[in-house]
């Protein structure tokens, strides 16, 4: 039995990393077609928001396109010196605080946000409702972590926990960011679509939002 629980204990870290590894390839790989796509529409080098960065490897991508200002507290000194090392010599500023302080400060007009900070309710709304403002015509704000729509999940119950990080939808039985479910059905509505993983895209037309997916 013990052999057997080693085995399996193994088996399933392999699995975890494995899951990682393909889960940041499809990341840069999705990233970065988006940010192409974006480019050629724009005619010239974007201008780029990044909500939340933590080991620098999304402003790495986004920094291929053009100019990003990221922002995020490093609370961990660690993942800042990774950030630090990650982007150094590439197009990226950042501001160290939290998004909810910075970004309503912030006056400038991006052609790419992504969204990807805190996922708990509170945050994510504030972070979703500065980008809409700060987008410019035919922008887009991207996010990460759309694990279930609104339209899958018991809204109630999520509601319930919209303020924690990750926890299980009882109507389907997986977990998910409740938050981020939560603020983007509250900021956009339903029609908001995801892309196989947990992505989800929107561009600003005019004084409205579309999928950009």
Not at 38 to 48: F, S, T
Not at 87 to 105: F, R
Not at 186 to 202: E, I, L, R
Request: hydrophobic share 35%; with cysteine.
């Amino acid at each position: 039995p013990f052999i057997m629980r080693a085995m399996n204990t193994n088996i399933g870290s392999y699995l975890n990393r494995l899951k990682q590894k393909l889960y940041l390839r499809f990341k840069r790989e999705y990233l970065g077609n988006m940010a192409r796509k974006q480019k050629k529409l724009a005619g010239r080098p974007l201008r780029i928001l990044e909500i939340g960065a933590l080991m620098g490897e999304s402003a790495a991508i986004l920094s291929r396109h053009g100019k990003v200002l990221t922002v995020d507290t490093w609370e961990n000194p660690e993942m800042k010196k990774e950030f630090l090392r990650r982007t150094a010599n590439k197009n990226v500023e950042y501001v160290q605080g939290n998004s909810m302080d910075v970004l309503p400060k912030l006056e400038s007009s991006y052609d790419f946000i992504y969204v990807d900070g805190s996922h708990h309710y509170t945050e994510t709304m504030s972070d979703i409702e500065n980008s809409k403002r700060l987008v410019d015509n035919g922008g887009i704000i991207v996010g990460d972590d759309f694990d279930l729509s609104i339209n899958e999940v018991d809204r109630q119950a999520l509601g319930r926990v919209r303020e924690t990080d990750v926890a299980r939808d009882p109507k389907t039985g997986k977990l998910c960011h409740p938050g981020v479910t939560l603020a983007i059905a509250g900021q956009f509505g339903d029609w908001v679509k995801k892309v196989p993983h947990t992505f989800w895209a929107v561009r600003k037309i005019d004084d409205k939002f579309v999928n950009a997916l």
